[in-house]
């Protein structure tokens, strides 16, 4: 039995750790009747055995050692040396002569065929087959097509090979091809260890197609029943990686009938060399160019194919086709992880037929203007005007100054919980990543339009493109204004916060939705203060220190304090903290101190001075555990006083300590926060997030040092669980999820605790917002506020009401006559989405809303109610390949369309949108009685006076800055 192959009708969609994801599912639908190529898997084993028995092992691990993915050149630099040790290492015989025998036994169409044909005593293996086969060399990672790190398209597909000699030399540059700079980055990006990842290699039976493309099984945007054809001439690669324009047919997924066809003219296509066997690039023949692909008989036939697969995986498929002499063979299959629900944009633009890129819609809006592709920071920082659409990469905390400027952001690399995606919801810029080439498809000057709703990104014809450069990078409601003689100054609430995927509604309206769950926001960058102001929020939950720290700092603070720049440091939180508490006074402000990690205080300049490196850097050196340690002490110092200073003419600025473990770490810091003259009190409050388990189970021990608690969802999670929340292997099982029962069960013991103890409990982060059950289930259980980013404000809040006038009414069923209450109670029910595990909530929690909720709050019409926006959550990290031999012709990249390639979930039990979440939501906030007093008072006055008090707050504050910001006095 040979140890090193297995042939297909040995493997299932269970074998990806022997076959890697791709020879996994290739042998799922091979045992199950599909039409899949005759192949066999060099299971991953091999490549394990082969670098210890080359010695190559410690090769790759000396050189990794002294790996920085963030230096691009010492990142191709190490990697090509790694590809050229695996590529040059001799392959052991006794792996050879196993891929060679299933060579040939391939040839012969099998082992079972091949015995009988050396039974024949014709000569044996070496007289099977008169001319020995093509084959298609394809990588298959064992960290292939998961949920949450597909790796799709980062090793590399060879086409073409002929030859046992060649098929070995091509199994070792497909090994190789592990090593390449974009596939090293992205598992150090999401902590895989790259001895770790194996890799197995397909050999397949060369389709030589007539037609071939891709299909959807479902929309891979919307989930909707019908299926997506994409077809082209010749050899598939050219659809997958983009280098033609296929047609497009859509049919009905129930009936499968033909709903549309969309017909391109494809001028190019790629072929086998009936002389050389190799992959060629030709032109079209003319006729065919503009004529149809597909015939409507093939595409029913392989819609109805289509269907079968995704019924057969119970889930929607990503599948890659090919069509020869008239029969239809499926390449791959793997899941699609893109659906979400999505809104139809309004057309502002004449606009290409078809979008020239797709990627993940992270944060949405529809806008055009002129590009600015970005390749070095430092010469941007010069040269990005304000306006511009920024398209780059990938951004970093670096990017923050050109991400304020920019009309959107465009990506090539990250998902729904990247850099870019947080940063641009928070400032509400529409922003498109994964897009995987738009730095290669997009140049500077490009005038394009923008749909971050729906992920595409569109060329404006020659007819806008005559509009003048300052129009196309203004907003519609900027352009609306100047038509109208309106000035931009005097826009409204509803300009300010309105996006095409948000609900419209006016502050007028929204401060009419009473609320007995106080409704607060999160916020990381300052400048972003004066734009959320007037939302119809009751303060600020959350702001994060990091985001000052890492957009106006740049350097690790312990690095300014050695360089005798500690005044730098606290001026530039002092800096920004007022922002915040100026804009939103006398709301309170609660400021999370720091808690970055150590991989990402790395990260800054001069980090690697001061930070060690930590094999899980989530469990480790973090929050509270920082600010005890001799090391980190100082900085620490300098935070609080930066609080001390702000607090001197705003005493809206409340303090929250992150990740706090015991009871004697806290102790130890608020010791440290005393003896700097900050002494918690009535009108200086104290909050700790909730994220370890020990917060709950001691939650009445710790509230004797605080004010409340802020549950901080992800991290208990991952805690609670014992799940890793950055493990894609994990994910795919739908482990990770906030919606546990276990992880209910917590927060539910936590506000009762808090709650014995007459400490508030609050949350923050989009969970409640992406999930409308887990907002029910959170008032349900009496917790005193919700804290969410400024897109989601209004949704929320109106989930909120929705949950609490349904138990208002069943309050009062006994004060309302019969049939009135009925029918009440029918149209309530209608609406409300049945939690099963919150039918305990008790009666107390019932009466205490009853006393809070106003008459006016029982008379909100539903029409101010608005639906949920979900959210997900994917990565899709792509770079230019490298390339591994010097016959180009034969080395075809796996890239795909750009929305489609990063699928890997397959989970029947738990949808798409419980599976996946965004990282920025992993802290909480909590507010207390103090702080409804102190905004019920505030709603008591009148907008004259409050303006009046505003305006002498700004006089007193302008007479008083010079000695404000007197750092030599500190």
Not at 18 to 37: C, D, R, S
Not at 281 to 298: C, G, M, R, S
Not at 841 to 853: G, P, R, V, Y
Request: charged share 30%; glycine share 4%.
């Amino acid at each position: 039995m040979s140890k090193y192959i297995k042939w297909l009708k040995d493997l299932n969609k269970n074998s990806i750790s022997q076959a890697g994801g791709k020879g996994a599912n290739l042998g799922e639908m091979y045992n199950n009747g599909f039409p899949v190529p005759i192949a066999f898997v060099v299971v991953a084993d091999a490549y394990w055995d082969f670098i210890i028995k080359t010695r190559a092992k410690e090769e790759i691990e000396d050189l990794l050692s002294r790996l920085d993915v963030n230096n691009t050149e010492q990142l191709t630099d190490i990697c090509n040396q790694i590809q050229k040790i695996i590529i040059n290492s001799k392959m052991p015989d006794e792996i050879a002569q196993e891929i060679k025998e299933a060579y040939l036994q391939l040839a012969a169409g099998g082992p079972e065929k091949a015995k009988m044909l050396s039974n024949n005593k014709v000569g044996g293996l070496l007289n099977m087959s008169k001319e020995l086969p093509f084959v298609a060399i394809r990588s298959s990672a064992t960290a292939e097509d998961l949920p949450n790190a597909s790796f799709a398209g980062q090793q590399a597909t060879f086409l073409n090979v002929k030859g046992t000699s060649n098929v070995v030399d091509f199994v070792k540059k497909c090994w190789a091809s592990l090593f390449t700079a974009r596939s090293t980055f992205y598992r150090e990006k999401n902590k895989f260890d790259h001895m770790k990842v194996k890799i197995a290699v397909i050999i397949e039976k060369m389709v030589d197609s007539d037609k071939s493309g891709v299909a959807f099984s479902h929309d891979p945007n919307t989930g909707a029943k019908t299926i997506i054809i994409e077809g082209a001439w010749g050899l598939g690669e050219m659809v997958v990686s983009g280098k033609v324009n296929p047609d497009n047919y859509v049919v009905d997924y129930e009936n499968l009938n033909i709903l549309n066809k969309k017909i391109m003219k494809q001028k190019v296509m790629m072929i086998k060399d009936p002389l050389t066997g190799k992959s060629l690039i030709t032109e079209v023949p003319f006729k065919k160019q503009e004529a149809q692909v597909l015939t409507d008989n093939e595409i029913i036939n392989l819609a109805k194919l289509i269907k079968r697969i995704s019924e057969h995986y119970n889930s929607p498929q990503d599948i890659e086709w090919a069509i020869e002499d008239g029969r239809i063979f499926i390449i791959q299959s793997r899941p699609i992880t893109t659906i979400r629900k999505t809104e139809a944009s309004k057309p502002e633009e004449v606009e290409t037929s078809k979008p020239i890129l797709e990627g993940l819609a992270a944060s949405p809006g529809v806008v055009s203007g002129v590009v600015r592709i970005v390749t070095d920071l430092n010469e941007a920082s010069r040269t990005f005007k304000e306006g511009e659409i920024l398209v780059t990469k990938m951004t970093d905390p670096d990017f923050v100054p050109l991400m304020e400027k920019a009309k959107a952001i465009i990506t090539n690399e990250g998902g729904l919980t990247s850099h870019a995606a947080i940063v641009s919801r928070e400032m509400s810029v529409p922003c498109i990543v994964g897009t995987s080439k738009a730095t290669m498809v997009l140049r500077t000057g490009d005038k394009i339009k923008v749909d971050a709703n729906n992920g595409k990104i569109y060329r404006i014809s020659e007819e806008i493109s005559q509009t003048t450069p300052e129009a196309l990078t203004e907003t519609p409601e900027v352009i609306s204004e100047k038509t109208s003689g309106m000035p931009a100054e005097e826009k409204t609430i509803e300009q300010e916060v309105k996006t095409e995927s948000a609900p419209e509604l006016s502050s007028e309206k929204a401060q009419k939705i009473i609320t007995a769950t106080k409704i607060y926001m999160n916020l990381g960058l300052p400048d972003m203060a004066e734009k959320y102001k007037n939302l119809p929020i009751d303060g600020i939950g959350l702001m994060r220190e990091e985001f000052i720290i890492t957009s106006e700092l740049k350097q690790h603070p312990l690095e300014l304090i050695n360089k005798g720049e500690s005044n730098k440091f606290v001026q530039a939180l002092v800096q920004g903290i007022t922002k915040v508490c100026k804009a939103f006074y006398p709301k309170p402000v609660i400021l999370r101190f720091s808690d970055f990690k150590t991989n990402e205080y790395r990260d800054m300049e001069g980090g690697e001075k001061y930070e060690p490196e930590e094999h899980n850097p989530m469990i480790g050196w973090r929050g509270c555990s920082r600010y005890v340690s001799p090391e980190f002490k100082k900085v620490f110092e300098l935070e609080l006083e930066a609080v001390k200073i702000v607090r001197q003419s705003f005493k809206n600025l409340y303090v929250m300590f992150p990740f706090v473990r015991t009871i004697k770490e806290l102790e130890e810091v608020i010791e440290i926060m005393n003896s700097h003259g900050l002494r918690r009190s009535n009108d200086f409050k104290v909050y700790i997030m909730a994220e370890v388990p020990s917060n709950i189970l001691l939650a009445e021990e710790f509230s004797e040092y605080c004010d409340g608690f802020s549950i901080g969802s992800n991290d208990l999670t991952q805690l609670i669980l014992g799940v890793d929340r950055d493990s894609t292997i994990l994910a795919k099982t739908g482990m990770y999820n906030e919606l546990n029962p276990a992880v209910i069960k917590a927060i539910k013991q936590l506000i009762k605790s808090a709650h014995s103890k007459n400490k508030t409990v609050s949350i923050c982060g989009q969970a409640p917002s992406i999930y409308p059950e887990f907002a029910e289930i959170l008032v349900r259980a009496g917790i005193d506020s919700i804290s969410v980013n400024p897109d989601a404000v209004i949704k929320v809040m109106n989930e909120v009401a929705r949950v609490e006038r349904k138990l208002l009414l069943k309050k009062g069923i006994d004060e309302i006559p019969g049939e009135i209450v009925d029918k009440r109670i029918e149209e309530e029910n209608k609406d409300v989405m049945s939690v099963s595990e919150d039918n305990d909530f008790e009666e107390t929690e019932a009466e205490k809303l009853s006393n809070d909720i106003t008459e006016d709050y029982i008379n909100l019409d539903d029409s101010n109610l608005n639906d949920s926006i979900e959210v997900r959550n994917e990565e899709n990290i792509d770079e230019n390949y490298v390339d591994l031999t010097e016959e180009p012709d034969f080395y075809i990249d796996e890239e795909k369309h750009e929305d489609n390639e990063e699928n890997s979930k397959e989970d029947n039990e738990v949808s798409n949108e419980y599976v996946e979440q965004e990282e920025l939501n992993n802290d909480d906030i909590v507010m207390d009685e103090g702080v409804e007093e102190e905004n019920s008072t505030e709603n008591e006055i009148s907008e004259n006076s409050e303006n009046e008090a505003e305006e002498d707050l700004n006089n007193e504050l302008d007479n008083d800055l010079e000695n404000y910001f007197d750092f030599e006095k500190f």
